[in-house]
């Protein structure tokens, strides 16, 4: 069985343990990009992929519609819909198609927007401000480079909606927005511990495009004063910050279905799923912890490393991750920007 995912399932104590547990031979192929991945798999890629862990939209509103996700058995994951965090209730209906059937399974969550070192950027000042923090002078800032995140927030930075069908001018305050944060960025780059490290370092004060995902393995070492953030409500159509779901599905094309569709059921174990939000690289909410079994397995110092105490209102702040109708232009524009940054420097 061969799983496409996001970081963490893949990992020996996950994709492993089903390994042995099924007496099968699996393997797996880290993201960074859900956009990538999706597009890639349309184009005929990833051709020996059965099963798929990738961010919400991109499973319902795309590959669903072009016929490349299995629907699957309700009856057979009721079990698994039962307990789920009430914070999550808004988020669900992206496992399931435009006819309301079930395809794929919700586990991973949270915001996605700054992350601040509070001993140089207090957290009230961080949320009133949110991403026109960029516009301080006495700030330094990195960018974690996870493109389609990037797309979203830098929109948000440049006052559109990237939900909108943008126009040329939109389009030309993206660009802007986009090249003057990587010209004055002092750190690009796709490893969220490297940027987490130079927040520690002080060689930057906020990262842009991060959230408990990238964060919460520091927080749990004891650096406390480092904290995701979600913008406070402004009141306007632009949203304040974005929030995901990560959807796991059984793709159309699965040579090894019934072993993909078992991995469905097996990651959704309560064992499993806190084995799901406690992978190596990071410490995540899963929905799964509306089940006591699986809430009752974090200490009070993982729950603080959530950011537990905040974790309803931040979700309450956030629009959900969608795909940016203008995508594909918006892409070339932010490789663009960040070209010209590697290049000048």
């Known amino acids: ?78 079990h698994t819909l039962e307990n789920l965090l009430p914070e999550f209730d808004r988020l669900s209906r992206w496992a399931r198609n435009d006819s309301g059937e079930l395809i794929g399974l919700c586990q991973r969550f949270g915001a996605f927007n700054l992350v601040v070192n509070t001993d140089r950027v207090d957290q009230t000042t961080a949320e009133d401000q949110g991403f026109n923090l960029t516009s301080s002078k006495s700030v330094r800032f990195g960018i974690l480079a996870y493109d389609d995140f990037n797309i979203m927030h830098i929109c948000i930075g440049a006052g559109i909606n990237p939900f ?28 969220h511990n490297v940027l987490n490290r130079a927040l520690l370092d002080g060689k930057i004060d906020f990262y842009i495009s991060g959230g408990i995902y990238t964060v919460s393995t520091a927080r749990l070492e004891g650096y406390g004063n480092l904290r995701a953030i979600t913008p406070a409500n402004s009141g306007t159509e632009i949203p304040d910050g974005i929030v995901f779901a990560e959807i796991t599905s059984v793709l159309q094309q699965a040579q090894s279905s019934a072993d993909a569709i078992e991995f469905l059921e097996f990651i959704n174990r309560p064992e499993i799923a806190i084995r799901a939000a406690m992978t190596p690289n990071t ?63």
Not at 9 to 25: D, K, P, T
Request: hydrophobic fraction near 35%.
């Open 1 to 78: 069985m061969n799983l496409l995912c996001w970081e963490g399932y893949e990992s020996e104590n996950i994709l492993g343990e089903f390994s042995r547990q099924r007496n099968i031979q699996c393997s797996a192929r880290t993201l960074l990009s859900d956009a990538r991945t999706a597009h890639g798999l349309l184009a005929g890629e990833y051709k020996n992929y059965d099963a798929l862990n990738i961010n919400n939209p991109w499973c319902r509103d795309l590959l669903c519609h072009h016929g490349l996700i299995k629907t699957l058995d309700e009856n057979r994951f009721a």
């Open 164 to 191: 909108d069908q943008l126009d040329p001018s939109s389009l030309q305050k993206f660009s802007n927005t986009a090249n003057d944060w990587h010209r004055r960025s002092a750190l690009v780059c796709d490893d």
């Open 283 to 345: 410490l995540n909410p899963v929905a799964q912890m509306g089940d006591p079994r699986v809430f009752s397995q974090f200490s009070t110092q993982q729950l603080q490393a959530l950011q537990w105490d905040s974790l309803s209102e931040d979700i309450s702040r956030c629009d959900m991750y969608q795909i940016p109708p203008n995508h594909t232009d918006l892409l070339q524009r932010l490789q663009g920007a960040r070209s010209y940054s590697v290049l000048n420097g």
